[in-house]
């Protein structure tokens, strides 16, 4: 009896995701049945029982548009596009058309049908994410395993991942190491070794390896989850040529009933026309005239638009972004952690005479082995990168400002500023090089051995490989390009020579990017800011259009932006202003068609050209045919 329940069950539910899916079709599948039905009997001379099926076919192709249209006028006092074709289709039937009325009546309800279809595929570009979103988590508790909801992960958790299984948390890797696909977040294609240390993201999935996952965010503030949220708020707002457009189609159709019941009332008088053809005209004014092409004609293109750029790391935090970014004239780029890496690296090493590169290497990256400092992590990262062997280093010391100071091998040893190294002599040849470095932006750091200067070592903040290629394409769409940073001018200049970069502001605090914004807006149009930190959230609020770094950006960054960038990848920039474009593009000529098909409707209605099917072909082909056009952005 249960497992018979059960069946059931299973069944019900089958069923009501097939109707779900496809209940348009099959409405219109069935009105279509009953209308040639009705007119099988109409030729046969059985004129009452072909009432009776156009009847049908009229109730159950009409009757959700009716009750729709019905909802909209007592409820919110409009009237509505599914009315005013009901009405037609009625008032066709009132004067003996049973059949224009039913076919009319079948193409708005197939019409109907196809664009549920249309719609509902960009929408499933957009929400695939959120199948990423796993469900279930095994977390250690005093080295037991308790599978719990994922939801329920708070800070400092450990987390085992086994291979193959999905990451349900973003946080730090404490043990293992494997090969991570992380193309749910960033739209890498390629998985990326992950080991000690390393950070990975919930929705990520993981390869060959287990891991164990320190979670370093609850499950709400995850980066998963912020992008769910930001594609959520980018489906709900509306763009302001879609507000527009709502507006002005509750004043155009109250204009189109009004102009339906004149012409069903002058003609007679003016132009002795028979009350049959007057009625019969005004019906197809009613079809022809009614604004769904024009309705239709922003939606479908800003939803595609945003879905095509989710595919490919650009997320946008709604369809208003979208259509702005395509009109900006200026790209604004923070210059620590957007055009460059954000880390520092080793790019110069000259050592003394008597050592080798190797040697200074080792000795530098020896003595800052145990300090977490930005440049010292460059010199240990530099160490590490060529398999440089380190030495035991002992009392090391920092002193504030200026570097550390320690035994290394039993040997003492000082790394910093030229003034911590009080012993050592340095002549004017050097100098001059350590001058030369400076000027290329670049942090010179000294190491002293048992009194004696041993060598220089040059640390920079390198320019993300992509960013010249990024600035090249912007100037190449005649985008004009300027650098904000708060670093000296001689590091901003050398960056922006790499880059690409000629208009430079160094120096800058937050108020005076946010000032530069706003002049750089007041003289040449709409502006966008890409930024990554909290510092750039003055300028990135005040931007025309604020671009965020997904995986380097703080929370203020990523809350403040208006795009994000999941990729870190600035070359999404000159995308991202392209399809802006050309979303705007093809709004301009949806409506342009959707205005030009009306007019050449109604004019041709009352030339007499055309009959109530005729008009409903072209009508629901022209709103159709927008649709379509919108869904190219999808490619």
């Known amino acids: ?126 929400a695939a994410i959120l199948k990423y979103r796993p469900e279930e988590a095994v977390r250690l508790q005093d080295g037991v395993e308790v599978r719990i909801k994922a939801s329920e992960l708070q800070k400092k958790d450990l987390v085992l991942v086994r291979p193959g299984e999905r990451i349900p948390c973003d946080g730090t890797i404490v043990e293992g190491s494997s090969a991570v696909d992380q193309a749910t977040i960033t739209g890498e294609s390629i998985p990326l070794d992950k080991t000690l240390n390393d950070t990975v993201f919930a929705g990520t999935m993981n390869g060959q390896g287990a891991l164990r996952v320190r979670v370093t965010q609850a499950a709400e503030d995850t980066l998963l989850s912020r992008i769910i949220h930001m594609v959520q708020e980018a489906k709900n707002e509306l763009p302001p040529s879609q507000l527009f457009v709502e507006r002005f189609e509750g004043i155009y159709a109250k204009s189109v009933v009004v102009l339906a019941l004149l012409l069903m009332v002058l003609p007679p008088y003016l132009l002795n026309w028979s009350w049959e053809a007057t009625i019969y005209r005004a019906m197809i004014f009613l079809v022809v005239a009614s604004p769904c092409a024009l309705v239709s004609s922003i939606m479908p293109a800003i939803l595609s638009g945003i879905s095509n750029a989710a595919r490919k790391g650009v997320l946008f935090k709604g369809g208003v972004h979208l259509e702005q970014i395509g009109n900006v004239n ?53 160490a590490a990168e060529q398999g440089i062997a380190l030495e035991p280093a002992t009392a090391m010391q920092a002193v504030t400002g200026m570097g550390v100071s320690g035994l290394v091998n039993g040997k003492s040893c000082r790394l910093g500023k030229r003034s911590l190294l009080l012993e050592a002599a340095m002549d004017q040849e050097l100098l001059s090089e350590v001058k030369a470095l400076e000027a290329e932006g670049k942090t010179v750091v000294f190491v002293e051995l048992e009194g004696r200067y041993a060598g220089i070592l040059a640390v920079q903040d390198t320019l993300r490989s992509n960013a010249a290629v990024a600035v090249k394409q912007l100037q190449a769409m005649n985008k004009r390009v300027v650098m904000l940073t708060g670093d000296a001018t001689p590091t901003a200049e050398a960056i922006g020579r790499q880059a690409g970069i000629e208009e430079i502001y160094a120096e800058m605090l937050p108020d005076g990017k946010l000032e530069v914004i706003r002049k750089l807006t007041e003289k040449y149009g709409k502006v966008a800011m890409v930024g990554d930190g909290v510092n750039d959230a003055p300028a990135l609020a005040a931007s025309s259009v604020g671009i965020a770094m997904g995986a380097a950006g703080s929370d203020v960054a990523l809350e403040t932006a208006n795009v994000v960038l999941m990729t870190d990848d600035i070359a999404k920039i000159p995308y991202a202003i392209s399809l802006g474009s050309r979303t705007s593009r093809v709004i301009k000529q949806n409506i342009t068609f959707a205005l030009a098909v009306i007019l050449i409707l109604v004019v041709s209605n009352f030339a007499g050209g055309i009959n109530l099917p005729s008009g409903v072909v072209s009508h629901e082909g022209s709103t159709l045919a927008v649709i379509l056009s919108g869904l190219r952005l999808l490619r």
Not at 23 to 30: E, K, N, S, T, Y
Not at 70 to 86: G, P, S
Not at 356 to 379: D, G, K
């Open 1 to 126: 009896m249960g497992e018979t329940l059960y069946v059931n069950e299973n069944k019900d539910a089958s069923w009501k995701a097939v109707w779900e899916k496809n209940g348009g079709i099959l409405i219109a599948a069935a009105c279509l049945v009953l209308i040639v039905l009705a007119w099988s009997l109409e030729r046969n001379g059985q004129g009452a029982w072909s009432i009776v099926f156009f009847v049908l076919a009229y109730a159950v192709g009409g009757y959700r548009k009716a009750w729709e249209g019905l909802e909209t006028l007592i409820k919110e006092k409009d009237l509505d596009v599914d009315l005013l074709m009901v009405v037609a289709a009625a008032g066709a039937a009132s004067i003996g058309y049973w059949l224009d009325g039913a076919i009319l009546i079948f193409i708005f309800c197939l019409s109907g049908a196809l664009e549920d279809y249309s719609m509902e595929k960009t929408n499933q570009d957009i």
């Open 330 to 382: 200026t790209v604004v780029f923070d210059k620590t952690g957007t055009l460059t890496e954000g880390r520092p690296k080793v790019t110069d090493i000259r050592p003394a005479q008597g050592l080798t590169e190797v040697e200074l290497l080792r000795l530098a990256a020896s003595l800052e082995n145990l300090s977490m400092h930005p440049i010292a992590r460059a010199v240990v990262d530099k």
